[in-house]
């Protein structure tokens, strides 16, 4: 399973930032989150290696919190990460970094060593978050200083 994580002290310093915006500039950025986590998955799905459809089909997003200020994206496929990092000597964490993600996140998927499998990595999930972030990021900003609100 693949799922993209934040910092949780970083998530609450935004939301105390939050707490203090105006309700229709929460919905907004709410709306602009939602947009982030849609495209997201889309990217996803697109580059989604296809062999029965699994990896596509196991894409999903969904709204963490009622107030749409935090959403989830991620892959419910048990092997997701195996093809997205690759496996053995071929593991590739280019896209995991480009995220901002410390390499102990993929340690969690490195196996016991029993076999010994070299599977090449192709990313799926990561370079569509690496793409879609800076794109949040601007849209954000956008309705931030539409509002006349700055951080």
């Not at 799922?3 to 930032?17: E, F, G, H, T, Y």
């Not at 203090?20 to 889309?42: H, P, Q, S, T, W």
């Not at 290696?49 to 991620?74: H, I, Q, T």
């Not at 593991?91 to 499998?117: C, E, H, M, W």
């Amino acid at each position: 399973m693949i799922k993209a994580k934040v910092n949780i002290r970083d998530l609450n310093r935004l939301s105390q930032k939050f707490k203090r915006l105006e309700k229709g500039l929460k919905l907004d950025v709410a709306k602009d989150l939602a947009e982030g986590a849609i495209n997201i998955d889309r990217g996803a799905k697109q580059r989604a290696p296809v062999d029965k459809g699994r990896l596509r089909a196991g894409n999903y997003f969904e709204k963490r919190r009622s107030n749409g200020l935090l959403w989830e994206a991620g892959n419910s496929v048990k092997y997701a990460p195996y093809i997205e990092f690759g496996t053995g000597r071929k593991v590739n964490l280019t896209q995991l970094r480009a995220a901002g993600f410390p390499d102990s996140y993929a340690a969690q998927f490195k196996g016991r060593g029993i076999k010994r499998v070299n599977i090449q990595p192709q990313p799926f999930f990561f370079p569509s978050v690496n793409e879609e972030t800076p794109k949040l990021y601007k849209r954000i900003k956008k309705t931030l200083q539409r509002n006349g609100k700055c951080f």
